[in-house]
């Protein structure tokens, strides 16, 4: 079946390292997403890319980086630059004006 | 900006009860709605949605009809089950403005009791 596949599911990082986040999918999409998910604070969008090799900021992308070598391929990295990284990361794919496909998440936390 | 403001949680129903979740929105240009459900531990699925004004929005009994006239796009079922207990998520695309990202309201928490 077609999907989005976030991995790892649950992410451990210690102070100052950096680490980084799958996203994969198999659905043909062009357009994808790496969105943020605080207690209390909805999605924020951090990065999107549209097109193979080209990415956009998005609201809150200080800290973060992508990459988009591969169509199927989002991958995000949290910096050491980013101060509070501790949340909720979902990965998602659009094509046209279907409706968006989301991830299963990564949960990261900082220890 | 774009912007979404939905009814504050979290919300604690009796089974067979009936739901409303208040959702209102900003947008520059002519947005698509959304409303997406989120269980425990779980990526966002997309629950309904609406393309144009007065559009009807329905699945697994959940309805939402477009109201361009108050900016709104409530969430209403007429008979909740356990199994509807997640957070909901009032969502636009917006064609006249950020029409790359979906806009998230906060959420709110739908906690079913049997």
């Known amino acids: 079946d077609g999907g989005i596949t976030q991995s790892p599911k649950y992410l451990f990082r210690k102070e100052g390292q950096n680490v980084t986040l799958s996203c994969e999918q198999n659905l043909n999409h062009d357009a994808m997403y790496w969105y943020r998910q605080d207690p209390g604070q909805g999605l924020r969008l951090i990065y999107y890319?549209?097109?193979?090799?080209?990415?956009q900021k998005g609201d809150i992308a200080e800290g973060y980086s992508v990459s988009r070598e591969k169509k199927e391929s989002f991958p995000l990295t949290v910096t050491s630059a980013q101060k509070n990284p501790t949340a909720f990361y979902l990965c998602?794919?659009?094509?046209?004006?279907?409706?968006?496909?989301f991830g299963s998440g990564t949960r990261l936390t900082v220890v | 900006g774009d912007s979404v403001t939905q009814m504050e949680g979290p919300v604690t129903l009796s089974e067979e009860a009936f739901l409303t979740i208040n959702c209102t929105y900003t947008a520059t240009g002519y947005p698509s709605l959304f409303w997406y459900v989120q269980y425990p531990g779980e990526g966002l699925q997309l629950l309904l949605k609406?393309?144009?004004?007065?559009d009807k929005g329905s699945n697994k009994g959940f309805e939402a009809t477009y109201r361009k006239e108050t900016t709104s796009f409530h969430l209403e079922k007429g008979s909740v089950q356990v199994s509807d207990s997640a957070v909901y998520f009032c969502a636009l695309t917006d064609s006249g403005g950020s029409n790359y990202k979906l806009t998230f309201g906060k959420g709110t928490l739908l906690t079913v009791n049997p």
């Open positions: 998602a794919s659009k094509e046209g004006n279907y409706g968006y496909t």
């Open positions: 890319s549209q097109i193979v090799n080209d990415f």
């Open positions: 609406a393309t144009k004004a007065d």
